[in-house]
């Protein structure tokens, strides 16, 4: 029988696929943690994967790799989509895409299989990577092709000898270290909020508690004064502040098919880490270099999100993005409340708001007042000329 990859995640389109598949090829199913995975969680997946007939089951460990290779510049550039999203699910698909593709390569199969309808974002994102890593290796997708429906795979499953719980969860919830997005039938409509209980963190805690976050060259390498691996302080601050129930919202966006679609989500750490760092790149970047960085970062995002992070133009923008980071080095001080945060400021021996030349509104030490009244008459040079010509 003929090598077959298949992204496994052991929900009810994979599981499908899976059974359907191993009557016909030697199927070797990978699943990749890119956040989110407890070891009883993974012990579980391979569990069922082998009741499902594959051959071999694998999980790859990537926290490392999706920090390293993603999640660094979504930091380095703020990145939020719409200002408000900050690419949970959207950037793990590439990382867990490139996984696949280069297991399955390593083992030499000739067919590659994800789970993803012709509906949705994943499509895209899993399909462009494998065919660009691997164009000769097969992509088969049973959902997207056959057009099945839920109803239709259970019955297949349970056809076969598959008789699980298959239940839809009222909710569905996708958890990772950039954040957990969940959607529901209110995310299917245009005016209904999620409800409390649909997010996955509940509040714990009230009242403030302050936290620091250190960065060094733009990235989070110390939470309260302890030293760790920025990947490990993204997923401790997130321990801590979702027990304030932090970084609920619902992005609305164009996916890339070309509909609108809307979905939950909650994440904590994303949200207060990309707003510390953006405070922190106030104080210590020109005002030409945040400039420059708003509308590069918006781009990097935008095409990340639509799967095409192989394009060498990413690579670009990531040289200028690291670039910038060389003086956003200091500690951020922020207070985390029920339900929001707040940012009390920072330390910087990089902080441009340095009293030797002034202080903003108050006084002036670098100029004297004639300077500044020639400085104003020239650089209201053009608009006084155009209102003058054309007056």
Known sequence: MKKLVIAYSGGLDTSYCAVSLSKE???????????????????????????????????????????????????????????????????????????????????????????STGAGNDQVRFDMIFQTLAPGIKIITPIRDKKLSRQEEIEYLKANGIDMSWEKAQYSVNKGLWGTSVGGAETLTSEKPLPSEAYPSQLQKEGEEKVTLTFEKGEFVALNGEANAPEVNIEKLNTIASAYAIGRDIHVGDTIV?????????????????????????????????????????FYGMH????????????????????????????????????????????????????????????????????????????????????????
């Open 25 to 115: 090829y030697e199927v070797h199913a990978v699943s990749v943690n890119t956040g989110g995975f407890t070891t009883e969680e993974v012990n579980k997946i391979e569990e069922n994967a082998y009741k499902m007939g594959v051959t071999t089951y694998k999980n790859i460990d990537a926290v490392p790799t999706f920090y390293s290779k993603v999640v660094k510049y979504l930091i380095f550039g703020n990145v939020l989509k719409n200002n408000t999203y900050p690419l949970s699910v959207s950037a793990e698909r590439i990382i867990q895409a490139i996984e696949i593709i280069e297991y399955a390569k390593s083992i030499d199969a000739e067919y590659i299989a994800h789970g």
């Open 304 to 391: 990340l999100h639509e799967g095409q992070y192989l394009d060498p133009v990413m690579r670009d923008m990531e040289a200028f993005l690291q670039s910038s980071q060389d003086k956003v080095s200091g500690d951020v001080t922020v207070t985390l409340k029920p339900y929001h945060f707040t940012l009390d400021g920072i330390k910087s021996k990089h902080d441009l708001m340095s009293a030797k030349f002034g202080s903003y509104g108050e006084e002036n030490k670098g100029w004297t007042a004639d300077e500044a009244k020639g400085f104003i008459k020239i650089v209201g040079n053009q608009n006084k000329i155009y209102q003058q010509v054309n007056n």
């Open 258 to 298: 070309g509909i609108k679609g809307r979905v939950g989500f909650e994440a904590a750490a994303a949200l207060i880490t990309v707003k510390a760092h953006h405070l922190l790149e106030k104080h210590t970047l020109t005002k030409w270099q945040l400039q420059h960085k708003d509308y590069l970062s918006n």
